[in-house]
């Protein structure tokens, strides 16, 4: 088994289900209005938040562990070490958004993560209380032991990221199975009117699915598969969200921009993959678009 390898095997353990599920219902319940949760997954700036936020704290973590080894510069550590734990409430608070709209597999890990970055945090607080009353040996013991601990949750946070997909787009590795050329989808008259339609875009490694939404004789074409988690995109609906007509995934809500594929209600963080249309006496023509290509 490859030195990660046994995280998949937690993946498997169901043991925990019981408390997570609540857990999850919890985050779900608190993070209102929407606007904030969609704040919280990076739906507003079309990338995931979570994986920038936790580069204060972990930056400034690592920072204060080589301060630390020179005396002079134990004070700079103490301020370091201050500015790792405010910055990590927002990253917290980021990380469990995400976390309440994942995969069963990425709960289990992400609930890992979660409770070993909370014993990380409790670590540098006791520290900095040890700074604060001159006790600096154990202030030092207790920020290297929670350095310790945040460096393995990296570890498992790097996991869910890329060994399970959470957080990356979906619809971004679908398209790179798509073919280069144009793809003719058919007459226009047979796609149906305000709902997508599924179709089947093929020539290179693999077939792929296509969400084809028609409004008069305008055609939007969308891969598949959802950034988020690569729910069907074809089986959703198309309804006004933020002002933009969206393509809206039956699985967890997020609506894309038909306009433009960009995510207006989370929890998507990344773009929907869509592709360039032409129409060809009356039949539906598409492809990858420009910056795929
Ligand atoms: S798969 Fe989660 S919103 Fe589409």
């Known amino acids: 088994m ?27 319940g608190a993070l209102r209005p929407a606007a904030l949760k969609d704040a919280l997954h990076g739906t507003w700036i079309g990338h995931p938040v979570h994986p ?15 301060l630390d080894a020179v005396p002079r510069l134990r004070p700079a550590a103490t301020v370091l070490i201050g500015a790792g734990v405010a910055a990590a409430v927002p990253a917290a608070a980021s990380g469990a958004a995400d976390w309440a709209e994942q995969d069963t597999g990425v709960r289990r890990l992400g609930a890992l993560h979660a409770v070993l970055n909370s014993v990380a945090l409790g670590l540098y607080v006791g520290s900095l209380a040890a700074r604060r009353s001159d006790r600096g040996v154990l ?20 996991h869910m990221s890329y060994a399970q997909s959470s957080g990356a787009s979906h619809a971004a590795t679908a398209v790179r199975a798509l073919s280069k050329d144009w793809l003719d989808l058919g007459p226009l008259d047979d796609f149906p009117e305000g709902r997508p339609a599924l179709r089947t875009g093929s020539g290179g490694a693999a077939d792929v699915p296509l969400a084809v939404v028609r409004r008069g004789t305008t055609v939007d074409v969308f891969v598949g598969a959802c950034s988020h988690s690569a729910g069907p995109l074809q089986e959703g609906t198309v309804e006004e969200v933020g002002g933009s007509q969206c393509l809206v ?5 997020s609506a894309f921009d038909l306009d433009n594929g960009e995510p207006r209600r989370g929890p998507a963080a990344n773009p929907q993959e869509k592709l360039e249309v032409r129409m060809q006496a009356g ?3 598409a492809r990858v678009h420009g910056r795929n290509r």
């Open 283 to 285: 039949r539906v023509m």
């Open 249 to 253: 995934c039956p699985w967890h809500g």
């Open 139 to 158: 202030g030092r013991v207790l920020s290297y032991s929670g350095l310790a601990i945040a460096g393995g949750s990296a570890a498992i946070g790097g």
């Open 2 to 28: 490859s030195l990660l390898g046994f995280l998949d095997r937690v993946a498997d353990v169901a043991t925990f289900d019981k408390a997570i599920e609540p857990a999850r219902r919890a985050v779900q």
């Open 52 to 66: 920038i936020l936790v580069q204060v704290p972990v930056g400034s973590w690592i920072s204060a562990g080589l």
